[in-house]
């Protein structure tokens, strides 16, 4: 690709992405546009979350997101995970020759692959990855150049978008259950309807957890008080720690808790909701959780949401309690 090109590409995407509103459809613009330019049939950007201290893939052409949405890569591990700690680019010709003891993997039709850090400032903020281009021709180092220049306007995109979701933050701060740390829900009602209207018109999947702790009033009359608050601070610590940052936790009253989250979908909010189960019940001893499940239809309002959510909890609790259900109709 000729600089002049380069140079039009590079404005054209600065011109896109500081159109576009959300870290995700930035993003979703970047590795759309890229992949494009360069003939990658599959790509991904993929993002580093310094509260979980692990890289999550938020963007990705070519195949759906719904196949990786639960991963998360450590830094160091993997090609994505090295790329980012090490903040060099990786391109490979051919797997085969470049690692002679790691036949390339099934899903990709090609042997060659680029691999960049996106850089802001000092650091890497996250990792562009590209493979399968049409006519399976490699990529090379004149891809890089391109990827480098194209990558450059993200990074102040991303610093935009940092600061608005610190902006959030702080006004999250301001409507939190003292006791917990977990949102009010004044709070949680609110914003979960805004987000149910918005992945409504978007088309995108979002899922609900309903989650009751199991037998908690004769724990708090037998242990006292003060060991029922402690145990309602500890489950909604386990739910925000296994939950991501982006998900809504709420205390709605009593020991009863809820997560919302966006771009989820049933069977994702399942695997999660199984994994706060586990933890409560080996790190809560003898504390343990019921949690209801439930996913956004197009004809679905956020109170039907809410409502079928409590029907899978009550599901829960009727078959013996410390259990996971989804509704169904």
Request: hydrophobic share 40%; charged share 25%; net charge neutral.
């Amino acid at each position: 690709m000729r600089s002049d090109e380069l140079l039009r590409h590079s404005s054209a995407l600065a011109q896109r992405i500081f159109q576009t509103k959300g870290e995700t459809a930035v993003c979703q613009q970047v590795v759309d546009m890229i992949a494009s330019l360069l003939e990658a049939q599959q790509g991904s950007i993929t993002l580093y979350r310094p509260r979980e201290q692990d890289l999550v893939i938020v963007a990705t052409h070519g195949y759906p997101a719904v196949l990786i949405e639960t991963i998360r890569i450590r830094p160091g591990e993997s090609v994505i995970g090295g790329v980012f700690a090490a903040g060099v680019p990786l391109v490979v010709e051919d797997v085969a020759t470049h690692w002679s003891d790691r036949p390339p993997r099934r899903r990709y039709r090609s042997r060659s692959f680029l691999c960049a850090p996106i850089i802001g400032g000092r650091e890497a903020l996250g990792v562009v990855s590209l493979t399968d281009r049409v006519g399976g021709q490699p990529f090379d180092a004149d891809d890089l150049i391109a990827v480098r220049a194209l990558t450059t306007p993200v990074a102040l995109a991303l610093a935009r978008e940092q600061l608005a979701a610190r902006i959030e933050e702080l006004s999250r701060e301001m409507v939190t259950d003292t006791l917990t740390g977990a949102f009010s829900r004044r709070y949680f009602i609110t914003h979960a309807e805004q987000d149910c209207q918005r992945a409504r018109r978007a088309g995108s999947a979002l899922a609900l957890l309903m989650l009751d702790i199991d037998n908690f009033k004769q724990f708090n009359d037998s242990m006292g008080h003060p060991a029922g608050d402690d145990m309602l601070r500890r489950v909604a610590s386990t739910l925000k720690q296994t939950v991501r940052s982006s998900d809504i936790c709420a205390r709605l009253g009593g020991e009863e808790f809820a997560a919302l989250m966006p771009e989820t979908s049933v069977a994702s909010a399942r695997q999660i909701a199984e994994r706060i189960r586990e933890r409560v019940t080996q790190h809560l001893h003898p504390v343990s959780v019921s949690i209801g499940v439930a996913g956004l239809t197009p004809e679905c309002s956020f109170q039907d949401l809410v409502q079928r959510a409590d029907q899978a909890l009550y599901r829960a609790k009727a078959e013996g309690k410390n259990r996971v259900r989804v509704w169904t109709p």
